[in-house]
Structure formats: C-alpha cells, structure tokens
C-alpha cells in the first residue's frame, strides 16, 4: 500500500466496495485473436511508487486498474477496467438495460458475458447512451446484434447522432494522430512508461459500432421507462460533450452523472484537439442537479471511476466539482480582463486550499494550466493582443532564427545543457526544441531532449501530460510510430448525412491543384429524394440541396442518380464506370484526382 493510498483510504474502499469478480484472464481479444484490450499487464501498479512516476497519478492509477464486476445498488452493477470506460447495467422485470457499452464491440460483449456468468443469461432489454463521446456507444454492437435494437428502445439525448459522428470528420485525421500521444498507445505498460490516462487506463483497439437511438431526450424532467425500471433525466448540453445528459433511478434511489462529475479534474479542452467547453455552463448544470435530484438517492456513479455512497457524500462530490469548474471560469475571466495573456494565467491560478486538497478536483486527466489556457482561447481566441505574435514565422523558420541568436548550436545545445542541469525542464525543453525544428537530422539535440521530455513526463501528475511527453521522447528516438486505427465502419458511415459525406470530400480537396478548375455535379438521391449540387471553383468545393424533383436553375455537366449507399461507394472509388448518370462523367473523375489522404503518421516533435 503506498504512503498516498494509507493517508486516505476511502476512494479505495469505495472501488473495491461490492466487488464480485474479475475477467479472467483480463484481457480482451477479437476474433482473430489480436488483444484489443489488456489490464494484466497493470500488475506492477501494485507496487510502492517507484521515482519514475508521480505518486499522485501512481495512486489514481491503482485506484483505476481495479477491474471486474461489482454492484452498485440492489439491481445496479457495474464493469470496470476492461475499457476506458464503465459499462453500467440496471435490471429489469425481464432483462438489463445497458448504459454505454464501453468503446469496442470485443470489450462490451466480455463485460456483458462477465455479468451474465454471474447474474444469470438475461437478455438486453434497453441501451442507453450518456453522451455523444466514442467510448460510450462503441461497443453498442457487442450487446445489440443486428435487428435487436428492433424491439429494444436505444435512449440518448437531443443531438446524439449529430455530434457523435461530425467530430470525426471534420479534424479526425489530427485528432486521432494526438491521441495516440494523449492516451500513450505507443508506451510501454510499465513503471517508467504508460500508467493510465487519469480517466482510465487505456482505450481499447477493437471494433466501433453505433446502433442510432430510438428514444431521443429533449427536455429535462422527461420520464421514461425501459422494461419496468422508471428513469428520471436531466439534459446537460454544452458541458463535458455537447449532447449530455444525467438520470436517476428513482427505486433504486441512484443517480447516474454520465461524465459531467468524476474524480478528477476533467478537460475544458482535450489535449488530442476538441472544440473548447463551456465550463460555467458546465458549472451550472450540476448545480441544477444538485438541486433536481436532492434527496433522491444514496448512491452516484459515472461513466467512468468508481461511485460514490451516501447522499451527503455525492452533494460533496457535486459540489467539489460544480465549484471548481466555477472557479477555473470565473478567475481566467477575471485575469484575462486585468490584461493578463493564457500563459501568464496558467502560471497565476491557483485553486483555493479546499479543492487543492480533494481528491476528486486534481488534475488526473484535464490540469488547472491548460484548463486556463482553454478558457481564454474560447473567450479570445488564439491573439493574444500583442502584434509581436501577429505575423511570427512558423516554426522551423523561427527555430533557426532562434539557434542563431543563441550562438549558433553548439552553444544553444550547452546552453540548453546548462538550464535542465539548474531544473529548469521547461526551458531547456523549449530551446532544445528550437534545435529539432532547425536541423531534424541533428540526432544529438533530439536524444537530449528526448531525455528533458522523459523527466518532465515521469514527474507529471496529469496522466495526459506524462503520455504526452513520454511518447514525444520515444518518437524523437525511434520516429514517427504508432498507426491510427481507422475506426469508421459501414454502420458509422451510413449514419453520416449527406451533407457530412460531402463535406468529408470537401476539406480534403487540393486546393492549390484545383484553382483552375471549374464543375459542376449533380448528385440526385433517390432514397433522399434530394438533389445536391457539388460546384467546385477556386480550389473550392461546395454543395447545396433541393429537393429532387425541383429543376435546378441551370444544369450540371454531370448528373448522378444513386442510393445514399451507392453515393458512398462512389466516394470510396467504387462503381464509377456503372454509375447511373447524365453528362461527362469524367468530370466525376476529375474532381476526384483532386481528393488528398491525410497522413496518419504526420510528424508532432519533428519538423
């Protein structure tokens, strides 16, 4: 037991409480064999923290690889650690409702199998989404084979489908790349590499799927109920995602917070990239909840860590978690208005001595510095005022500029040297950084800074930070290295509207290439009954619909009639020469020459 877990076990007690038993072995394997999920190879966290960790995320680290079934609440049970996310199960007069079936189809049919062994083979009655986040519906298909969903209702709230697809499509390709440093995929499970995400330990690898809802929630106080149980909910829009929502049990007296409140201190803005939250409606929405639910329960659990027991004590956790979302807000607010940039923000706040000192409000997974800096950037944007950085070279440019002030490299090398020999980490990683960007080759800087980057990340708390800064030291040693999974399927695609799929075309135009060209294309979809206008003109590609019986004012050089499924073929180059059409269809051709691939290895700590 390490000194951090014997000051204080009560978060312990709570996620060991109920415990029936754990997946065994616990791993998690697809069809092929091919591990896509694996908590064994945590055991080591079972040890005291050794110095290459931080012993605060080395506790939340053993607090979240506790892994198995438990039980919440009479009826209520829970699978943890066998995904970056909990499934919750509720049982009715005939079956049990899932709520958010993990991330991987392999991951949710093993929770769903692990419960069933000990509960008994009931069958799937209700599926609930919390939110519109990928590790909550992935494994949807893992618990809902093809035509269940049929006779079992699918609840998710207002706006679901929306922003669970359009999130990937738009800076999918970035995001994903970033994730691959946020979550440490590349890193190995040990002492000295990944030891968790703050949240979780770790996102499986298997297969996403996306049954759509057939319930939608649109207000709160709508009541509905799943195969006898009564269910209670709570919109929360615009807080940890867009499409959010809470729920209570009312005869389980127990209270479901989705993601809006967990034991940690969570992002305003992801570190893999996401559009930046609104903390103070996120602030504002578990202050209503406190006030909603009162005394209604005895017990709040999330989608993800361990729940919480007694009324009183989850008005704490709420209350811990309303104030510091409160808090971040209104103080970066207050210090932005006195003049003060994101940088100088993140180095002032400072979170008064209650919240430092809990538990739930530290920086595992979102940190204080780059919640500030979010803040400021959704309220300010990127300029920070000053017109030194208003026209700056990018990076490479600026780095050479900056290893020549310093003397040229071998003095910027010593001088960097000289800086992390004091302790100052931070800087020396900035002025080693400046020597990457100058010379890529120069293998000397980048091992250097590999090993500036591998002392900042062991002595991080924020879970993320450490992933970041230890796989920013493996890539600057190895290269450019772990592949992004390409987690679309046919089910996901097919749940695209039509203008998505078409703007999924659009930003990966060549612009450049395409200035001189000038088309137009109809595409008519008969399922749809839509007619959609794709005109491309300086570099450009833009649509517009009407219906399809409505002649366009004038015509195409090319006009398609297809399916929605045919449409998407076309965009994966499929059936081009078969394809029903009017016009020049080499224009179709054309336009597709001009369609790039992202790079799914691009380059971070390299030029």
């Not at 803040?375 to 070279?393: K, Q, V």
């Amino acid at each position: 037991m390490s000194t951090f877990q014997s000051a204080d076990t009560k978060d312990f007690e709570n996620a060991d409480r109920g415990f029936i038993a754990a997946l065994t072995p616990g791993q998690v394997k697809n069809s092929d064999g091919r591990v896509v999920y694996d908590n064994d190879v945590y055991t080591f966290l079972e040890s005291e923290c050794p110095d290459t960790a931080n012993p605060s995320l080395w506790r939340q680290a053993q607090l979240c690889s506790k892994q198995g079934l438990y039980v919440v609440t009479d009826g209520i049970y829970q699978i943890r650690g066998i995904d970056l996310s909990n499934m919750t199960l509720v049982e009715g007069d005939r079956g049990v409702i899932v709520i958010d079936p993990l991330i991987s189809t392999e991951c949710a049919a093993a929770a769903l199998a692990l419960y069933r062994e000990h509960r008994g083979d009931r069958p799937v009655t209700g599926l609930i989404y919390t939110h519109s986040h990928a590790d909550h519906f992935g494994g949807a298909r893992g618990v809902l084979p093809p035509g269940a969903e049929d006779s079992v209702p699918v609840l998710a709230p207002a706006g679901f489908m929306e922003h669970a697809i359009s999130e990937n499509i738009y800076a999918g390709n970035a995001m994903t790349r970033r994730a691959v440093f946020m979550y440490g995929d590349q890193l190995p499970r040990a002492a000295d590499g990944q030891i968790g995400a703050g949240l979780g330990m770790a996102m499986s690898t298997g297969t996403i799927s996306l049954v759509p809802p057939s319930v939608d929630i649109t207000a709160t106080g709508q009541t509905e109920t799943v195969d006898g149980v009564r269910i209670v909910f709570q919109l929360t829009p615009g807080t940890e995602a867009p499409a959010e929502m809470n729920f209570l049990f009312p005869q389980q007296r127990a209270l479901c917070l989705a993601e809006n409140v967990t034991h940690t201190m969570h992002n305003i803005q992801t570190l893999r990239g996401a559009m930046v939250r609104d903390s103070r409606n996120w602030s504002r929405y578990i202050d209503e909840a406190i006030e909603y639910f009162d005394g209604q329960y005895d017990v709040g659990f999330a989608s993800h860590h361990w729940p919480t027991w007694g009324h009183d004590n989850v008005v704490q956790l709420l209350s811990d978690q309303r104030d510091l979302y409160a808090y971040m807000h209104d103080q970066t607010l207050r210090l932005l208005n006195d003049g003060m940039v994101a940088a100088e923000i993140a180095e002032t706040i400072q979170l008064p001595p209650a919240l430092e000192e809990a538990w739930n409000t530290r920086g595992y997974y979102g940190s204080l510095s780059h919640n500030a800096k979010a803040i400021y950037h959704r309220y300010l944007g990127w300029f920070e005022g000053n017109p030194a950085t208003l026209w700056e070279h990018p990076p490479t440019e600026q780095a050479k500029r900056h290893v020549d002030l310093a003397g040229g490299r071998d003095s910027a090398l010593a001088k960097a040297g000289a800086y992390a020999e004091k302790g100052d980490l931070r800087f020396a990683a900035t002025v080693l950084n400046y020597l990457v960007f100058a010379d890529a080759e120069d293998t000397e800087a980048k091992n250097v800074l590999a090993s500036v980057y591998e002392q900042l990340g062991r002595g991080a708390e924020n879970g993320t930070w450490r992933n970041f800064y230890l796989t920013a030291a493996l890539e600057l040693r190895s290269g450019a290295g772990g592949d992004v999974a390409d987690v679309t399927n046919p089910e996901m695609i097919m749940a695209l509207t039509t203008e998505q799929l078409l703007d999924s075309v659009a930003i990966r135009i060549d612009g450049p290439r395409a200035w001189a060209e000038d088309l137009t294309v109809d595409v008519v979809l008969t399922d749809e009954g839509r007619r959609h206008r794709l005109t491309l003109r300086n570099g450009a590609l833009t649509h517009r619909s009407r219906d399809a019986g409505s002649p366009p004012p004038t015509p195409a050089g090319l006009t398609l009639t297809v399916t929605k499924p045919q449409l998407i073929g076309l965009l994966a180059g499929q059936g081009i020469d078969e394809v029903e059409h009017e016009g020049d269809l080499g224009l179709l051709k054309r336009l597709f020459t001009l369609v790039t691939v992202p790079d799914k290895r691009f380059p971070i700590v390299t030029p």
